[in-house]
T-cell receptor
Framework: AQSVAQPEDQVNVAEGNPLTVKCTYS??????LFWYVQYPNRGLQFLLK??????LVKGSYGFEAEFNKSQTSFHLKKPSALVSDSALYFC?????????????FGKGTRLSVIA | DVKVTQSSRYLVKRTGEKVFLECVQD?????MFWYRQDPGLGLRLIYF???????EKGDIPEGYSVSREKKERFSLILESASTNQTSMYLC??????????????FGSGTQLSVL
């Protein structure tokens, strides 16, 4: 079975400070990993993905995420947070060898960036 | 840009009513998905479809059915709406599952209230 854990319901950070949103996963074999963001009253938008290769993945709006196989983690990071980054963030996973199975999403982490 | 359009942004229905939620995508995507989003529970997969007239149960199919008569349209049906189906419903689509094509495109969502 595939699963994703986002251990923090809420993350608060001051504008200009670095931010981290945590994600750990469980799959059989190697994973495909994703981050999606949901701004208020909007649908989810793709942010970045890890498929293979470099463990540090860069995505939209200055976000990046680091794949750590030994810790089964894929934490989302940004060096300097903006108030406009305040949103709901979802991590998702699919096993690379799982054929056509859909993504499994975490429960989401609400990020609040305070001016 | 890919567009996934959900017919209603807000919907209010009464207990026992039959409810249709419509989703249309304009990118000739094979795969379409229905999720519901609830606070603290994240995104949960209701049903998905990999082709016309095909459907697969997700994690929480009870009380729901789907219809995919045309490739671009995927309908979610609540046969007899109940108050515990009050939720945000999100439709998503993507192309054939392969490493370079994993990105999901989401609609803006339908907030359904069942009274």
């Amino acid at each position: 079975a595939q699963s994703v854990a986002q251990p923090e319901d809420q993350v608060n950070v001051a504008e200009g400070n670095p931010l981290t949103v945590k994600c750990t996963y469980s799959v059989s074999g190697n994973p495909y990993l994703f981050w999606y963001v949901q701004y208020p009253n909007r649908g989810l938008q793709f942010l970045l993905k890890y498929i293979t290769g470099d463990n540090l993945v860069k995505g939209s709006y200055g976000f990046e995420a680091e794949f750590n196989k030994s810790q089964t983690s894929f934490h989302l990071k940004k060096p300097s947070a903006l108030v406009s980054d305040s949103a709901l963030y979802f991590c998702a996973v699919r096993a690379r060898n799982s054929g056509n199975t859909p993504l499994v999403f975490g429960k989401g982490t609400r990020l609040s960036v305070i001016a | 840009d890919v567009k996934v359009t959900q017919s209603s942004r807000y919907l209010v229905k009464r207990t026992g009513e039959k409810v249709f939620l419509e989703c249309v995508q304009d990118m000739d995507h094979e795969n379409m998905f229905w999720y519901r989003q609830d606070p603290g529970l994240g995104l949960r997969l209701i049903y998905f479809s990999y082709d016309v007239k095909m459907k697969e149960k997700g994690d929480i199919p009870e009380g729901y059915s789907v219809s995919r008569e045309k490739k671009e349209r995927f309908s979610l049906i609540l046969e007899s709406a109940s108050t515990n189906q009050t939720s945000m419903y999100l439709c998503a689509s993507n192309g054939p599952i392969k490493a370079t094509n994993e990105k999901l495109f989401f609609g803006s969502g339908t907030q359904l209230s069942v009274l």
